[in-house]
Each structure stands twice: as C-alpha cells, then as structure tokens.
C-alpha cells in the first residue's frame, strides 16, 4: 500500500491527539471524512459508483454476464471480485506493483460480499445447473489516501443498488433444447436486493484508542488495524486482523463493539442517498470528475 | 462498405455528426491531490483519466538515467469494465503496450525534456470508458495532465482519428465507425508550428487521398486545441479566484 513517512515528533502529534479525542484534521475517534457518492458514472457497465472519501478515491464498476454455475451450488450465481491498484494511484503500483495488494483487497472483498447472507445469490440462478448470472465487480483505485476497505465496500453496496441485470426468459424449444431469450425492453430489468450487504468498517489501533477512517499518515502511527463488516442489523459478517503488529483480545472486543456501533449507522444514510438519487431518475445532473 | 452505412446520402454519420465534426470535448484539470498533475477528459462517450508524477528522481534501474534529458514513463491502462465485453485485465497485454510506447514517443517529442536531465516523468493513462479513439482521448488528456504539473512544453499535443468513407475523410471516429474495418489515421499534432507528433495509418489508402486525410485530421486536431486551450484558461481563472491573486 501507498505509505508516508512520518517523523517521531509528528508519530507522538497524532498519537496525543487521538487520547484527546481530536484528530490532526479535527474529526473525533468515530467520525468519517467527507463522502461524496455518486452512482452511474460508467455507462458501459450494469453499475458502477465513484465514492470519494477524503482524497481516497474509488470507482466501482459491475458487469453481468452468463455464466455456468459452480459444481457444488447449482442453483446459485456468484460474484466475481478483481482489484486493480492503478498506477494513476501512486507510482508504486507501476507494472506488477499492485498487484499483490489487489489480490489482498480482492479476496477479502470474496469473502466479505460473495456469500448467502450478503447478497440473495438464488436470485443469480437462471436455470439450475445450467446458466447463472455472474457479476463481475471491478473495483479501480484512483487515489488512496487510507481506509481503502471502507471506502471499497460503500462503493460496491452503491454499485450493487444500482446494477441492473436484464430479464431474461428460457424458451423449450421442440427438440427439448432450452435457448435464453433476452427481453427486447431494455427498461425490463431485475434488481439485486442490497439491503443485507454488509459495510467494511476499519479500526485502527493508535496508542490506548482506536479510530475509524484513519487517513496513511494515521495508519504509520498505528500497530495493527481491524476490519469488521456489519450489516444494517449489526450482524458482524467478518472479522480480520490487518497489520504487522499485535493486538490484545480486550482490545480486539472494544473495537468490535466499536465497530457494530459505526457500521450499523452506517446503512441508514447509505441508502436513504442512493435512493433518493434514484428517485431523481434521468433528470439527475451528473457531475463525475467534471464538478 | 459492407453492413452499416457509415455516411448517409445526406451526408450524416451514424450518430448524426458532419463530416468534419467532432464530438464533444468536457474536460477538467487537477482532479486529484495526491498527485502533481491530472486531467480527466471526455471525448464523446470515450472518457480517459490522466495522472503525471513528476519530474523526479529516475526510479529502478539507474542504467535509464539520461545525462542531459529526463526519461518520460508512459504507462496506458483500460479499465476491465472499459468495453462492452469485460476485460480480463487492465495492463501488460501487447496493445496495452504499444500504446504506451506511442504516448511515450508522442510527450518526448513535446515536453522540454532538456531541462530536466538525471530525471524521470511519469504519465499514467486510463481509459474509464471506451468508445473508440482511445489513443486520442489518451494524448489529449495527457497534455492537459502535464500541463497541470507545470511541466514545459513545447505546444499542446492534440490528438485526433480520422476515418475514409466514399471519398469522404470523417473526424473523431466512434467505436462503431472504427470497427467498420475502413482506412484510420491517428494524429498527434503540435498545432502551432504545425509539427507532426505522431501519425499512424492502419488499412490501405490510394495515395491521392492521403493529402486530404491529412488535412482533415490536422482541421481536426485544431479544432481539439481550441478546445483544450479554453479548458486550461477556465482553470487558470478559477485558481486564481480561488487563491485570491
């Protein structure tokens, strides 16, 4: 990941504040930087959301397709989860640079989203055994700036809101073959239900306490980190310890609690955005890049 | 031409442009931060994202340090969910490749490379959303990334593709006129002195006619410099407002 460099002087700066509850860009230990969400941005994909947090910046984008089902889950679609730490983020990334930290984000990402409890996959089947929806998630780092988790997994649950996967119809033809029939309405479309979809919150240890959102200059002043996913119940979904450094179980079960607390409120607010973008339909001026 | 009519009797293109027209350029500079320059831009529905780092200390090996000018780094990049059909991945495949040696060719030829010997600029390009000439939206975002790192050059590189259908040359080509299989030229033009950063002609052309594309694409690219130029003195108003001067 992007790193900064920071001094002993700065290292204690950052450490006493957040004792004090009052962080180097004055936000408390639990609040959020400024968000900034803003769904349909690609128009060449299913969906696709761009959430700035602070100067991360990210951009989502799905894809469905036709695919066969996995052996062992016949009557359940999948998602598939691809990273691409981007050059345009930091140098670093040039050539394979990213790449192990892609596939870091990309299979905790599996985890978190691809499962049951996450998204109604039984919703993917199209006929059993045989075709299902796969949606590829394609995450594009622009520019991290720490909480890259966090930002990632707002950016899918807005994406995923707005994916919309066309209709389709299996026609038995008289030989007994089966052909899928693609609605011609392009309106006539399904969506993906996203109220389970968890939230990523990242917690990260600094000194005695723990802060949410921590920007990079934040995270070289902390041991460890914790990623928690929560749903809009609460519902801990995963658990992961982040980081070279330790961490005691005591503090392991303040952060979790921390961590149910943020990310449950969270969702709320989430969605009463999304929808309310969505209930401005095309009259909806897009900004992008360009505002 | 076989299947679409790429040029109507009445002389429109398929998304009802003229001959000679362009699509609509949106452009904005200084979309990030972290970085010292970049540049998002819309060409039609192709949208390309430039990012410059630079000029800095050559990185890797040192055997790349050039004594008297620095090395310009292209690196060209889509995103898998750039075209209609996914993409498996975003770099390293041999179109990716030879793109970024064009963008590389194209920015030594216009930066003033000269005045930074013993360093290193780095341009990284991605397309967002493809819908044909990429490696114009490309070029055309790149200048106005280097131009928001304060980087010398020597003239805006504008970029433009142009096609060759009955007799007729068509500006700023979309993904289905490209992939119509006719004549395509990509042009990277220094507009003032009229210098020719990078041409490039894939299909077979009569050479009478290469005259006349010519023309149409250097038409073209001037018309691409008017407007990255207005985009650069909007972006100066609005920083100078800002910062109060």
């Given at each position: 990941m992007a790193t900064v460099q920071i001094s002993e002087a700065e290292k204690l700066y950052v450490v006493h504040g957040v004792r004090d509850d009052l962080r180097v860009d004055g936000r408390g230990c639990e609040d959020y930087r400024h968000t900034e969400i803003e769904t349909d941005v690609v128009s060449n994909t299913d969906g696709s959301a761009k959430v700035t947090l602070g100067h991360t910046n990210v951009l989502v984008g799905i894809k469905a397709e036709i695919g066969k089902?996995?052996?062992?889950?016949?009557?359940?679609?999948?998602?598939?989860?691809?990273?691409?730490?981007?050059?345009?983020?930091?140098?670093?990334?040039?050539?394979?640079?990213?790449?192990?930290?892609?596939?870091?984000?990309?299979?905790?990402?599996?985890?978190?989203?691809?499962?049951?409890?996450?998204?109604?996959?039984?919703?993917?089947?199209?006929?059993?055994?045989?075709?299902?929806?796969?949606?590829?998630?394609?995450?594009?780092?622009?520019?991290?700036?720490?909480?890259?988790?966090?930002?990632?997994?707002?950016?899918?649950?807005?994406?995923?809101?707005?994916?919309?996967?066309?209709?389709?119809?299996?026609?038995e033809e008289e030989d007994g073959g089966k052909e899928i029939e693609l609605s011609d309405d392009p309106y006539d479309c399904v969506r993906v239900n996203v109220e389970n979809v968890p939230c990523i919150v990242t917690l990260c240890k600094i000194g005695h306490r723990h802060v949410v959102d921590a920007t990079l200059q934040e995270k070289a002043c902390s041991v460890a980190s914790l990623l928690i996913s929560v749903t809009h119940k609460g519902l801990v979904t995963c658990v992961r310890k982040l980081g070279g450094g330790s961490l005691d179980p005591e503090s392991i079960f303040e952060m979790t609690e921390t961590g149910k607390r943020v990310g449950k409120a969270l969702h709320a607010p989430l969605m009463e955005l999304l929808q309310k973008e969505e209930s401005l339909g095309s009259k909806r001026q897009k900004v992008g890049f360009l505002g | 031409m076989a299947g679409l009519e790429l040029l109507s009797d009445q002389g429109y293109r398929l998304d009802g442009r003229k001959s000679t027209e362009l699509r609509k350029i949106q452009a904005r500079m200084g979309v990030f931060d972290q970085a010292d320059g970049s540049a998002y831009l819309e060409q039609g529905r192709t949208i390309a994202l430039a990012v410059v780092y630079?000029?800095?200390?050559?990185?890797?090996?040192?055997?790349?340090?050039?004594?008297?000018?620095?090395?310009?780094?292209?690196?060209?990049?889509?995103?898998?969910?750039?075209?209609?059909?996914?993409?498996r991945r975003p770099h390293g495949d041999r179109k990716s490749t030879e793109m970024s040696l064009h963008l590389k060719e194209t920015f030594e030829a216009a930066i003033l490379t000269h005045l930074y010997p013993r360093s290193q600029i780095d341009i990284y390009v991605k397309i967002l959303q493809s819908d044909g000439g990429n490696y114009s939206a490309c070029v055309n975002a790149a200048t106005l990334a280097v131009i928001d790192a304060g980087i010398p050059m020597r003239d805006y590189v504008c970029a433009c593709t142009v096609g060759f259908v009955d007799d007729t040359p068509l500006a700023d080509m979309n993904h289905a006129e490209e992939s119509g299989g006719g004549t395509n030229l990509a042009l990277a033009l220094l507009p003032r002195g009229g210098q020719i950063a990078l041409l490039q002609m894939d299909a077979r052309l009569h050479q009478d006619h290469l005259d006349t594309l010519m023309e149409a694409a250097m038409t073209a690219c001037k018309g691409v410099s008017k407007v990255l130029d207005e985009v650069v003195r909007q972006h100066l108003q609005e920083t100078v407002i800002l910062t109060g001067e």
């Open positions: 089902p996995k052996p062992m889950l016949p009557d359940e679609g999948y998602l598939e989860f691809f990273v691409d730490c981007s050059a345009n983020a930091t140098p670093e990334f040039e050539g394979r640079g990213g790449e192990g930290l892609g596939i870091e984000l990309s299979n905790t990402l599996y985890k978190v989203f691809s499962n049951k409890q996450s998204v109604d996959l039984k919703s993917l089947c199209i006929s059993p055994g045989e075709h299902c929806w796969v949606l590829y998630v394609d995450v594009l780092l622009l520019q991290c700036d720490g909480n890259l988790f966090d930002a990632i997994s707002v950016a899918i649950k807005a994406a995923l809101f707005n994916t919309k996967i066309p209709k389709v119809r299996i026609a | 630079g000029p800095h200390d050559v990185r890797g090996s040192r055997a790349k340090i050039q004594h008297d000018r620095a090395v310009i780094n292209c690196q060209y990049s889509m995103a898998t969910f750039s075209t209609a059909e996914r993409k």
